[in-house]
T-cell receptor, first 112, second 116 residues
Framework: DAMVIQNPRYQVTQFGKPVTLSCSQT?????MYWYQQKSSQAPKLLFH???????NEADTPDNFQSRRPNTSFCFLDIRSPGLGDAAMYLC???????????FGPGTRLLVL | GQQLNQSPQSMFIQEGEDVSMNCTSS?????WLWYKQDPGEGPVLLIA?????ELTSNGRLTAQFGITRKDSFLNISASIPSDVGIYFC????????????????FGKGTKLSVKP
């Protein structure tokens, strides 16, 4: 089945230690999104790639970066995780910008 | 910025009861989406609505796109224990939003609990 895959599902890192989260998709969608979701809140968009074009939300901290080496993969890099960055990180994809977004299962990040 | 008001915030119902939740906005959306999120998982798309007035069903779920394009509701009939979770509405920004086109504006969610 075509799907959005996130690895790992759970990630533990230390305060200040860089961490990378991974997303892959078999849908061949052009757009890939990264969201941060904290407990009891709605997902919050960090940035998205439309093909190779990177679009950063205005309030996304510089600590968060992303890479999309090819259509199928997109990475979220947190350069120096703080305790406040502990959250669920969701990847989503859509065929085009104004088409339906499909979410992956998420990666729960714990910062010690 | 755009905001969605989703209500109720939580519901605690008996198995077999019908459920209704809704979202309203001060802005117009071209697309309304309803997602369900289980604990520790990503949101799963339930229903997508693309036209004002559209009424769409998916099994026991029915959703409508309000005629003013500023609201939507989701009904669940004959609830069962596996309906438990958080339901999010989301309005999708259209082509006239430049770099933000396609972005989702989420409601705060409705937490549904079902008592067997």
């Amino acid at each position: 089945d075509a799907m959005v895959i996130q690895n790992p599902r759970y990630q533990v890192t230390q305060f200040g230690k860089p961490v990378t989260l991974s997303c892959s998709q078999t849908l061949n969608h052009n757009v890939m999104y990264w969201y941060q979701q904290k407990s009891s809140q709605a997902p919050k968009l960090l940035f998205h790639y439309y093909d190779k074009d990177f679009n950063n939300e205005a309030d996304t901290p510089d600590n968060f970066q992303s890479r999309r080496p090819n259509t199928s993969f997109c990475f979220l890099d947190i350069r120096s995780p703080g305790l406040g960055d502990a959250a669920m990180y969701l990847c989503a994809t859509s065929r085009a910008k104004v088409e339906t977004q499909y979410f992956g299962p998420g990666t729960r990040l714990l910062v010690l | 910025g755009q905001q969605l008001n989703q209500s109720p915030q939580s519901m605690f119902i008996q198995e077999g009861e019908d459920v209704s939740m809704n979202c309203t906005s001060s802005s117009i959306f071209n697309t309304w989406l309803w997602y369900k999120q289980d604990p520790g998982e990503g949101p799963v798309l339930l229903i997508a609505l693309y036209k004002a007035g559209e009424l769409t069903s998916n099994g026991r779920l029915t959703a409508q796109f309000g005629i003013t394009r500023k609201d939507s509701f989701l009904n669940i009939s004959a609830s069962i224990p596996s309906d438990v979770g958080i339901y999010f509405c989301a309005g999708q920004l259209g082509l006239n939003y430049g770099g933000s086109q396609g972005n989702l504006i989420f409601g705060k969610g409705t937490k549904l609990s079902v008592k067997p």
